[in-house]
């Protein structure tokens, strides 16, 4: 077999790959001429090396008895390690193709990247786990010396640096511009009662009495949407007064709502950041999940609360946070926003000394709305 072409393959990156070689038309393996081709050698040896990217090989890492049947340890093939990475090939309907592929790569078995450390994506999951487990039953406040960083583990201060840091490099860290508007739902305020601006900012101190994603009970955050339908649900109410702010500067966020795709693993990104961003999916989609309104609600969201803290004061690179976005779970189209503004930043009070900034946000009016 000489050549093969890009449609032989399912993965994308695979296929892009191919196609970026622009060989002649006229595949070996499909016996068709509708896509560039590359030759069958040198997709095999690319293959071979993304899957090197994320496996180790059982003669380097495993030690190997004849009278126990080979290398002790879990270790897999040519044939198995294409089925464990999920090549597909949509025109190979005679296995011919994949036989081909697995017999032309190095007769060696595969094993596991690190037989005697968990791949970083699982050592990071396991390390939240901890970390929740931590500030939900043993140590709330003083948390940041529990346990010791290894090649399986990071500690809970650790674990906070590692996601902000990851974070900043995903380019997670985006400003909100000027201009766009955002909801509060107040179903609390009598329809056709007068309100002002400061019914819809950060609740008082003393009224901050409610445990919520972001924030504990006795520090207020302003949570606002990303429509008036989203603030309405937020509040699990069919209508309500709803108060409309809108940015006069941008308003910079960690943003949660979109994470970037977990590269596959034929694609040409490295290792650890790929297998970073695979754990930052986990973690986001844990500390967004629904938590029930029950008397353990403090306790559910505590972790969520504490990364809130964290970031808030953590030194990124384009300055301190502003606030935290965050895909709704109770509106799929819509968004929200916690943030760490006060009623100076958001045009409600001035300093009692020095200059006032200007705000961040301004209210421009309040209106009666239903859901959808």
Known sequence: MNR???????????????????????????????????????????????????????IEQLGYCSAEGGYLGEHWDSWDMLDRVGLTLPRDDTGSLY???????????????????????????SSWEFFCQTVKHKRRFFFHASGRDDQDSFTPASLLSNIAQSSEALG??????????????????????????????????????????????????LYLASSPTTA?????????????????????????????????????AARVPALTLSFLHDFANDIMKPVARNNLVHIDYLPSQVITEFMRDYAFAAGALNGVAYGSTVHPRGWNVALFLGP???????????????????????????AD
């Open 4 to 58: 093969v072409c890009s449609s032989c393959f399912s993965d994308p990156d695979l296929r892009t790959w191919v196609r970026a070689h622009d060989g002649p038309r006229g595949c070996d393996a499909c016996r068709r001429s509708d896509s560039p081709t590359v030759e069958f050698h040198k997709v095999v040896n690319h293959i071979e090396q993304c899957i090197g990217r994320y496996y180790g090989r059982a």
């Open 344 to 370: 100076v930043e958001l045009g409600l009070a001035t300093r009692e000394w020095g200059i006032t900034p200007p705000p961040f946000f301004v209210f421009e009016k309040s209106t009666w709305a239903k």
């Open 232 to 268: 309405l649900k937020e509040t699990r109410t069919g209508q309500a007064k709803v108060g409309l702010w809108r940015t006069v500067r941008p308003v910079r966020i960690l943003d949660l709502r979109h994470l970037p795709p977990v590269p596959g693993i034929f694609s040409d």
């Open 172 to 221: 997670l860290v985006v400003e909100l511009p000027a201009g766009l508007g955002l909801w509060r739902a107040r179903p609390d305020i009598p329809k056709g009662r007068r309100v002002q601006a400061l019914d819809f900012g950060p609740p008082p101190v003393q009224f901050a009495i409610q445990s919520n994603r972001m924030n504990p009970v006795g520090i207020p955050m």
């Open 99 to 125: 036989s081909a592929i697995a017999s032309t790569m190095r007769d060696e078995p595969w094993c596991d990247f690190d037989v005697g450390a968990l791949d970083l994506d699982h050592a990071l999951w």
